[in-house]
């Protein structure tokens, strides 16, 4: 009897101790369920905060082509208001039957190379016409001018020279103008397409070319007025009135008219992207 018991006291002792160390300790299952939560938790964060970054990714992506364009908006219609205001002098601007009186006194005095025929025939229009465009097609000036581009002409000394110098400046310079506003005109209605760096370029490289312009016209203005009022006794005496001319027209228009074809090309090879 007394072995039976202690037989049975062992068994039992047996198997308590089996089921206790095969079981977990309560504090460990609490832990590791509080792993698993946590884990679940950030894994949701996670797919949130990715699904957050793709949101916004794609609304930026959606936004820049926006952004591109408001950028180029300025840019373009200043560009499209030189254009059109360019157009719309040429259409409305007619030359006289004495050619705003540089007839006699100039273009028939000075012969083209590149036709052999003087200035003043119908072979040449367009050559005086970009000559008064380069200064706006304003009558008083051009005319004023001519007569002051006579008088150095009607000099034995200095004739041929420096007039056709300066009727060739304005006519080089207009005629680059031109072929850039023509140029623009052609792609104006895709300048869009063009990425904001690209179109700030192009908008900087006509301004160049519109600033030479108006440092042609700012020129004349100025030779017209000191002629006017005779200063340093240029009025009557050509060769102080060609000494005050040559080399405010040589640093101030002929140094940069060789940039001109330059920055004509770049602005075509900006264009050319377009398709």
């Known amino acids: 009897m007394k072995k039976n018991i202690l037989n049975n006291t062992f068994i039992i002792f047996t198997l308590v101790a089996f089921t206790l160390t095969s079981c977990k300790p309560i504090d460990s299952l609490i832990n590791d369920n509080k792993k698993n939560t946590s884990n679940n938790i950030q894994g949701d964060d996670s797919s949130q905060q990715a699904s957050s970054d793709a949101n916004l990714a794609d609304a930026n992506d959606a936004k820049q082509p926006e952004d591109a364009n408001d950028a180029n908006k300025p840019l373009i219609d200043a560009l499209n208001k030189k ?59 051009i005319e004023d001018f001519g007569k ?59 301004d160049e070319i519109d600033s030479l312009k108006q440092n042609w016209i700012n020129l004349v203005k100025d030779i017209v007025k000191d002629h006017t009022d ?44 377009i398709k």
């Open 148 to 206: 002051i581009i006579g008088q150095i002409e009607k000099d034995d000394t200095n004739k041929g020279t420096l007039p056709k110098d300066l009727i060739d400046a304005g006519h080089k310079l207009q005629d680059e103008f031109e072929k850039i506003v023509n140029q623009i005109d052609l792609k104006k209605d895709k300048l869009n397409d063009l990425p904001y760096e690209k179109m700030t370029e192009l908008k900087a490289k006509f």
């Open 230 to 273: 005779d200063k340093d006794s240029i009025k009557n005496d050509v060769k102080k009135l060609v000494d005050y001319i040559k080399p405010k027209y040589d640093s101030k228009i002929k140094s940069e008219l060789d940039k001109i074809t330059t920055t004509s090309g770049d602005i075509k090879t900006i264009l050319d992207t």
């Open 83 to 141: 254009i059109t205001e360019e157009q719309e002098m040429a259409k409305s601007k007619q030359e006289s039957d004495e050619q705003h009186g540089m007839k006699t006194d100039v273009f028939k005095k000075l012969t083209n190379s590149s036709n052999q025929k003087t200035y003043d025939e119908v072979e040449n229009k367009t050559l005086r016409e970009q000559f008064y465009a380069s200064l706006n097609w304003e009558k008083t000036t």
